[in-house]
């Protein structure tokens, strides 16, 4: 088929429909297949609060937005309404979880289907259909889309808000304030990421707008001799820009304070504060305040507690580093590296050397952008948490060889493009397919796959405590009627037999032979993020640093899903002894 005929409506059909079914089955079959990751168990708790309350405050104090937690657990609640019967958490969370995952598919559609406008509105009908089946493949955003957590919700909201903020610039009221304001407001109630994502991007589009317009290009090429009069101009250039987003924003805020509603009571830490200034007049208003601002909890607290978050940092593992505050700026960059596929960062090379002058598009600009700005981020537990940067760098680089094969007028470089595409995207859609259901665990074969990815990443990019299904299978597989467990998750299956949980980071362990003492059988099953991960309990450190080098020390006798099975059944008496001696002398 020519690239540059018409392409008939039929191919858009079957190529649109193709990717959006294949991997939302994908997705629905893997949600029912791998257990329950850290975060979903508590969403669905409080999701449920909602709809049987009417109030978001167990979500609103962990600083997480509401809407994806409220969409996903709607159906489990229509479903218990029917029934007669509410659900009983944890004992009922695997029946429902599968369930309450298929709701993510909404916003998986939604991420596909901007995807596929993008595309098309800034190459043509190739642009959407490279970009549409780059996504659909892609391990990493399939693995999220089959959760019931708020990552793709995010994706997909943002992507939308900026969609229309681009498209509606030169527009009447609605398009230009309107309809973005709106996807605004659906993209901070997904994620509260987007009060920080949100206007870094349309600051972004803005001067790419006014780049191509030739407005702030202008301005900029007459040079700075007469500064304040360029200020000016440049005042001038941005300031319809600035009057629209400080409506969007307004309106945002509105939105997101009545959907989030409030329980109009005090809060409890605020009060707390309040009391404890020093006696004067200063803190006799303040308890005042406190004890009579009854607006909690609200939107603005979420918000308030991610910001708070995200400045003290989290606990980080990578490439054999562990930091409790992750304070490593190179963590993003180097961590598309391992878990981006390998035809994917071939594409994006590419795009870099070979396609610079058709690859300048917005998407692959916000890209670069989010990945300058990610070495100050300070949460720093997943690529789940960059998965719209993913996006646009995906999007960018399918618009860049389409416009390519569209502006081309050398046969050999299209030829090149076209095969080159071809084999780089068949290559990427065998590793979405051969990574079912194991997406989370994904790592290319750079850093040696999957079964060393443990080695590099933890956490969301490898062990999300999902693995139990794998691990009760293997169980039952061996035989053996009870199997020690050190685990990192919150599935509630792995406090039910045959497991035994053996918390060793609690465990006041001095020795190697106090851990072998705990395992009752011949097996321990150790969760890859306790085993090469960072999370270190400061009460019981000690504790914890004695189990982890103790499994660090030993070759796995398997690996099943997230965990490393060690067989302790052979352990040399005189390897203890000399291993407890080295203890000693360490403390």
């Not at 669905?44 to 996903?72: A, I, K, N, V, Y």
């Not at 369930?99 to 559609?109: E, H, N, S, V, Y």
């Not at 409506?247 to 009391?275: K, M, N, P």
């Not at 708070?308 to 593992?317: E, Q, V």
């Amino acid at each position: 088929m020519s690239l540059g005929r018409k392409p008939t409506k039929w191919l858009d059909v079957v190529w649109f429909t193709v990717c959006l079914v294949g991997s939302s089955w994908w997705c629905y079959t893997v949600a029912h297949r791998i257990g329950a990751t850290f975060d979903e168990p508590v969403y669905m708790e409080h999701g449920l609060e909602f709809w049987r309350t009417g109030s978001h405050d167990g979500l609103l104090r962990l600083g997480t937005m509401p809407l994806p937690p409220d969409l996903q657990t709607l159906p489990i609640y229509v479903w218990e309404r029917i029934r007669g019967e509410a659900f009983q958490l944890p004992a009922d969370l695997p029946l429902i979880l599968p369930w309450a995952r298929t709701a993510t598919l909404l916003f998986w559609c939604l991420l596909l289907t901007y995807v596929w406008r993008t595309g098309r509105l800034l190459a043509g009908p190739w642009g959407g259909r490279l970009a549409m089946a780059w996504v659909a493949c892609e391990p990493n955003l399939l693995a999220h889309a089959s959760l019931a957590t708020t990552d793709i919700a995010f994706s997909a909201c943002i992507l939308a808000y900026l969609y229309h903020f681009r498209t509606g610039r030169e527009g009447g009221w609605i398009t230009r304030i309107g309809v973005p304001a709106m996807w605004c407001t659906l993209a901070i109630l997904a994620k509260a990421s987007a009060v920080v994502y949100g206007p870094v991007c349309v600051i972004v589009l803005e001067i790419e707008r006014r780049w191509n317009g030739e407005a702030l290009r202008n301005a900029l090429q007459q040079g700075w001799a007469a500064w304040r009069r360029r200020v000016d101009e440049m005042r001038q250039v941005f300031a319809p820009f600035v009057r629209d987003f400080a409506q969007i924003a307004l309106l945002s805020t509105i939105g997101i304070f009545l959907y989030c509603g409030t329980d109009w009571r005090t809060e409890a830490s605020f009060v707390e504060w309040a009391h404890g200034l020093s006696a004067g007049p200063a803190r006799t208003a303040m308890v005042w305040v406190s004890e009579h601002l009854t607006i909690f909890s609200n939107a603005g607290e979420a918000i308030v507690r991610q910001i708070k978050h995200n400045l003290n940092g989290h606990a980080m593992y990578l490439c054999g580093r562990a930091d409790p505050n992750g304070s490593v700026w190179y963590y993003f960059p180097l961590l598309l590296t391992i878990k981006l596929t390998l035809p994917l960062l071939i594409g994006l090379l590419a795009t870099a050397f070979f396609v610079r002058h058709a690859a300048g598009n917005w998407p692959l600009g916000l890209g670069v952008a989010l990945l300058a700005m990610s070495i100050n981020f300070r949460v720093q537990i997943g690529i789940r948490l960059i998965l719209p940067l993913v996006t646009f760098l995906m999007l960018g680089m399918a618009i860049g060889f389409a416009r390519l094969l569209q502006n081309s007028t050398s046969t050999w470089r299209k030829n090149v493009a076209i095969y080159g595409q071809a084999l780089l995207l068949t290559w990427a859609v065998a590793i979405g397919v051969t990574t079912w259901p194991h997406g989370l665990s994904y790592v290319n074969e750079m850093w040696g796959g999957p079964a060393s990815g443990y080695r590099y990443v933890s956490d969301s990019n490898f062990d999300w405590g999902q693995g139990v299904p794998d691990l009760l299978q293997w169980q039952e597989s061996i035989g053996q009627s009870e199997l020690a467990v050190w685990y990192f998750g919150t599935d509630p299956r792995i406090q039910q037999p045959p497991f035994r949980v053996i918390p060793f980071h609690l465990e006041h362990s001095e020795s190697p032979a106090d851990i072998i003492d705990e395992v009752p059988g011949k097996y321990v099953a150790v969760s890859a993020t306790l085993a090469y991960g960072a999370y270190l309990h400061q009460e019981n450190a000690r504790s914890q640093q004695v189990a982890t080098d103790f499994f660090r020390a030993r070759k796995p006798a398997a690996r099943v899903g997230t965990f490393l099975i060690y067989d302790l059944s052979d352990e040399p008496a005189w390897q203890l002894a000399r291993e407890a001696d080295t203890s000693m002398t360490r403390r």
